[in-house]
């Protein structure tokens, strides 16, 4: 492809971005696609072709093969997950990012290097971030990595590479890894799990409290107690505000002072929920935040950047770069010229994370900031957390439904009224209807469904036509189980918890045969659970499915009916 051709083809490409969002917004495809596994190697060549194809034949294979296949998350009803930061802006940004090579060292890439780290002031700034995380600061600093995962593991890593540091010289033997115990909470992200796979050590997920859901602090205390005792070494907790099932939020004061007296390295995983905070009124989750060591947030989720851009700072940028630096410590002088800022010292990126090399990813930012100014952001952030209120309280109009978790940020998390079985029943149907698509949780180990405000330009006629959705699939199973969301209503929460996954042989209700000691499966994710949609399924085993459920929920109730009785 030469410089005209390049011309032709990406004015053709950008307008089919732009049609492609508008048809979105236009409601004018499915949010879901409907493909089976395997789809695409049955349509696609399964060999590179031979000879150059030409634009106009991709572009077709795109339209009519990949396409076919997306997940659209900029679709109005698409209401899984949380936000995706796609903007123009942030394409442009992206688009340009891609023609201006890597990064690695100060040397290898200036622009790139600088751009980064002014931009990680910037948002440190517009979201009240402590000086000590600004790399003006000189003492800690920030620098982008790829996902929030990778920022769970760099902070992990940091912290072991800190605590083996200081354990050298107390004992003649080094210490094996396998004796170091991280901590989280049961709602943090799966990434902690795969972070301390990686790290070789040990976690503990310890229990949440009943009306916050964050981390209990006495737990925490008495774990790293009685992991001493066993020889252990405790040395990390993440905390998480805004959880992936439910955005619950950590208390950072009470993890920090517990991390600060026990000399725990404290990160905080902010991946959703630290967009926010360019609001001010959200700051007050940072209470504690000077007893925090690193903290992570995505600003591909709710700041308009498109995937990928997590931002990762911490308090000491020396700790940090001691588990990475390999080979010589500072970037070569640079042909002896003296630095313009004496606060910004040579830095070399590479030190800052796993990889060598990195792509320009501030350029995304920089523009996003810019074309939106800080007020804009804050306007997004507001808007999509005013259409959360409003989808809870036009839900909880309808008595069927309660909160299963209070309605943070621009999450709403419902069930039918005590009702599991129901509940996932609905989510499983509104998914293959393909009406809206939502992504379940389980939060103290009862079913929830999320529904998550996701694109930029969400209104509020989503939200109207989502609770007619929501409410015509409730009609749908309330006719079918003789109004049997409102028999689950009369039962007081507290019992219905006791009883869930309790299941009771009732051979009275011949209806649905009851296998025994079987249960309502919840499964203690800390994260998503599945929908229950296997996809490939066909319409019969799919009916049987569904009527599978429908067991489910008839034994449930004869369960609460049981503890309603005595
Ligand atoms: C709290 C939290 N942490 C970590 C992650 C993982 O994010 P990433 O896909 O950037 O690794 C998620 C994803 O939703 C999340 O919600």
């Known amino acids: 492809m030469d410089a005209a051709e390049f011309r032709r083809c990406g004015k053709q490409l950008i ?45 077709s294979d795109v339209e009519e093969h990949i396409l076919s296949g997306t997940a659209h998350w900029l679709h109005p009803d698409f209401n899984a997950y949380f936000p995706i930061g796609i903007s123009y802006a942030s394409v442009l940004g992206d688009l340009l990012s891609s023609s201006f090579g890597v990064g690695f060292t100060w040397r290898s890439n200036p622009a790139l290097t600088e751009l980064e780290r002014l931009m990680l002031d910037w948002l440190a700034e ?49 210490l094996p890894v396998s004796r170091l115990v991280a901590y989280c909470s049961q709602l943090a992200h799966p990434c902690v799990d795969k972070a301390a796979v990686i790290c070789g050590v040990r976690l503990r ?97 709710w700041l308009l950047c498109t995937f990928d851009a997590s931002v990762l700072w911490v308090k000491s940028q020396s700790k940090l770069k001691d588990a990475f630096v390999s080979g010589p410590r500072a970037s070569i002088p640079v042909d002896d010229a003296p630095i313009s800022n004496p606060l910004e010292q040579i830095c070399d990126l590479k030190d800052w994370g796993i990889p060598l090399s990195r792509r320009f990813r501030s350029l995304k930012l920089w523009f ?89 330009r969400a209104v509020e006629a989503d939200v109207n036509r989502a609770i007619r959705v929501i409410l015509k699939h409730a009609d749908q199973l309330d006719g079918k189980f003789s109004n049997a969301a409102s028999i689950a209503s009369a039962i007081p929460i507290a019992t219905a918890v006791a009883t869930s996954g309790n299941a009771v042989n009732d051979s009275e209700d011949a209806e649905e045969p009851v296998e025994l000691n079987s249960s309502v499966p919840i499964r203690k994710e800390p ?40």
């Not at 009527?547 to 008839?554: A, C, I, Y």
């Open 205 to 301: 997920r310890l229990g949440y409290d009943d009306e916050n859901l964050a981390l209990r602090c006495d737990l925490l205390e008495s774990a790293v107690l009685e992991d001493r005792q066993l020889g252990l070494v405790p040395f990390y907790v993440c905390a998480v505000l805004g959880t992936t099932a439910c955005a619950s939020c950590d208390n950072l004061s009470d993890v920090g002072a517990v991390c600060h007296r026990e000399q725990l390295w404290c990160h905080v995983d902010a991946a959703y929920s630290g967009g926010a905070l360019v609001c001010p009124e959200f700051r007050p989750l940072l209470q504690g935040i000077e007893l925090v060591d690193s903290f992570n947030f995505n600003p591909s989720k």
């Open 527 to 566: 994260s998503y659970m599945s929908d229950d949609l296997i996809v490939g399924l066909s319409e019969d085993q799919l009916q049987e499915k569904f009527r599978q459920m429908s067991r489910e929920f008839h034994r449930e109730r004869r369960s609460l009916r049981r503890r309603l009785d005595k």
């Open 368 to 456: 996003v900031i810019r074309l939106y100014g800080v007020e804009g952001l804050q306007r997004h952030i507001r808007l999509h957390c005013r259409l959360a209120q409003s989808f809870e309280s036009q839900l909880l109009k309808d008595g069927r439904f309660q909160l299963a978790a209070k309605t943070r940020f621009s999450l709403v998390c419902f069930r039918f009224r005590d009702s599991d079985a129901l509940s996932r029943l609905l989510v499983c149907r509104i998914n293959q209807s393909r009406d809206l698509h939502l992504m379940p949780a389980s939060v103290r180990d009862r079913y929830i469904i999320r529904y998550a405000i996701v694109r930029e």
């Open 15 to 59: 307008d089919f971005i732009a049609d492609y969002i508008e048809s979105l917004n236009g409601n004018r495809r499915e949010a879901m696609p409907r493909v089976l596994p395997g789809y695409l190697r049955q349509r696609l060549p399964l060999r590179p072709p031979d000879q150059p194809e030409t634009w106009e034949r991709v572009m």
């Open 126 to 174: 517009m979201m009240g971030m402590p000086a000590h995380f600004r790399n003006d600061s000189g003492i800690g600093g920030g620098a982008l990595q790829g996902s929030a995962s990778d920022c769970v593991l760099v902070s992990m890593l940091a912290a072991r590479k800190e605590k083996l540091t200081q354990l050298i010289g107390k004992d003649a033997e080094p």
